[in-house]
């Protein structure tokens, strides 16, 4: 199992459209949790740290669920600039290391 | 000014060369990482140097050599360059030691090496 799982997507929204994805992480011991923004063929982005109560930055959401072992980013009211891949990062549990998913990609259209 | 700058920004090169990928930051940070991006998309560690110091080294093939003159800077150098070395490599930084728990890394535009 990956340490670190996403759906692929892609998907396909209009604008305006809420959206949601999840992401699970495999072990238990990790502390920390992120979503990061890569838009196509440029560097990822911190977009938000992840709380355990949930948190929010404008239209952005995200949830923590540690029971299952899952987070989730939810955005309302898409823009087409939300177009992108997103993230999920979860540090290990030991050391230093952060583990990335392959990332969820989301395109708006008009 | 670009805080994490790395170069060259794209590398076409030949199976069996040599090559080296330099990184800078300017963010005043203790703390860089170099990053491989496959084809698939998938972003993994592959070293990590604390104030020139060695601290992740992941199950990286010893052709790859990172190398910290100082702080602000890291190099990684490839020998023997393989196929499968074709990806994205991307240097970060961060402004902690533990960047697992604030999260925030910076990076570099990435250096896209392709091995023909």
């Known amino acids: 199992r990956k340490e670190v799982e996403q759906d692929p997507g892609p998907f396909n929204v209009p604008e305006g459209a809420t959206v949601a994805f999840n992401c699970t992480y495999s072990?238990?011991?990790?502390?920390?949790f992120f979503w990061y923004r890569q838009d196509c063929r440029k560097e990822p982005k911190l977009l938000m740290s992840?709380?355990?109560s949930g948190n929010e930055d404008g239209r952005f959401t995200a949830q923590l669920n540690r029971a299952s072992q899952y987070i989730s980013l939810l955005i309302r009211d898409s823009k087409l600039s939300d177009s992108a891949t997103y993230l999920c990062?979860?540090?290990?549990?030991?050391?230093?290391?952060?583990?990335f998913g392959t990332g969820t990609r989301l395109a708006v259209r008009p | 000014d670009t805080a994490v700058s790395q170069t060259p920004k794209y590398l076409v090169t030949q199976m069996g060369n040599d090559k080296s990928i330099k990184c800078e930051q300017n963010l005043g940070h203790d703390t860089m990482y170099w990053y491989k991006q496959d084809s698939k998309k998938f972003l993994k560690i592959m070293f990590s140097?604390?104030?020139?110091?060695?601290?992740i080294n992941e199950t990286v093939p010893n052709r790859f050599s990172p190398k910290s003159p100082d702080k602000a800077h890291l190099n990684l150098h490839i020998n023997s360059l393989e196929l499968g070395d074709s990806a994205v490599y991307f240097c970060?930084?961060?402004?902690?030691?533990?960047?697992?728990?604030?999260?925030?890394?910076?990076f570099g535009e990435g250096s896209r090496l392709t091995v023909l």
């Open positions: 990062v979860v540090n290990g549990g030991s050391g230093d290391k952060l583990t």
């Open positions: 992840v709380y355990s």
């Open positions: 140097y604390n104030n020139k110091e060695l601290i």
């Open positions: 970060a930084s961060s402004q902690v030691r533990k960047a697992s728990s604030t999260g925030e890394l910076f």
């Open positions: 072990n238990s011991a990790s502390q920390s």
